[in-house]
């Protein structure tokens, strides 16, 4: 699970927090089993470090923190956060201190797609298909989630599907031929 951790030292009264965001735990989608590649520099932090912000439920409209740093470690997307002081922001800040709400989401553009299939193996060798792997990707926010697609971080949605490649909406096709049979 997931897990949002005051800084040391601010246990009571801090309102910056560490979480984990994103990892590499598949997560099954209408096109098959999704992973979200941490190595190397498959992750550009880029957009979070700099004007990162942190939502309730990935509404836009329900800004409750801003993201001071964001880093990849151990194979998961870790950020540093600080919660907002408005009254909206203190209700989430406060289900999060009490332990209410544990868990985290990321919306993402991924940029580069390995699909890997049933019973082979991923270009480095670390995942057996079938898969698709985001390689390349763009975490767009971070949000405190109530309920996630991952429950080891809650890896969330990914911004427009216009990024998937043509083969796997053609295997979704097909597997909805299949079971027309």
Same mark, same amino acid.
């Given at each position: ?38 190595? /190397?520099?498959? #992750? ?18 329900? #800004? #409750? ?33 009490? /332990? ?9 553009? #991924? ?7 049933? !019973?082979?193996?991923? !270009?480095?060798?670390?995942?057996? /298909? ?29 911004? /427009? ?21």
């Amino acid at each position: 699970m997931g897990q949002i951790l005051a800084r040391e030292g601010e246990e009571d009264t801090g309102r910056r927090r560490i979480l984990s965001f994103s990892s590499e735990e598949p997560v099954d989608r209408y096109f098959g089993p999704e992973i979200l590649d941490h190595a /190397g520099d498959a #992750v550009n932090l880029q957009r979070l470090n700099e004007i990162g912000v942190l939502l309730f439920n990935h509404d836009p409209d329900k #800004v #409750v923190g801003r993201i001071l740093k964001a880093w990849v470690e151990n194979g998961r997307g870790m950020a540093e956060v600080e919660f907002d002081t408005d009254a909206e922001s203190e209700v989430i800040f406060q289900k999060v201190r009490s /332990g209410t709400l544990k868990t985290t989401s990321v919306r993402y553009r #991924v940029d580069r797609w390995e699909v890997v299939e049933a !019973g082979k193996t991923s !270009g480095d060798g670390r995942f057996t /298909g079938p898969c698709s792997i985001a390689r390349k990707w763009t975490p767009v926010e971070i949000t405190i989630a109530s309920v996630p697609a991952d429950p080891t971080v809650g890896v969330g949605r990914s911004e /427009g599907e216009e990024a998937l490649p043509l083969d796997l909406w053609e295997r979704q096709i097909q597997i909805n031929q299949n079971k027309m049979r």
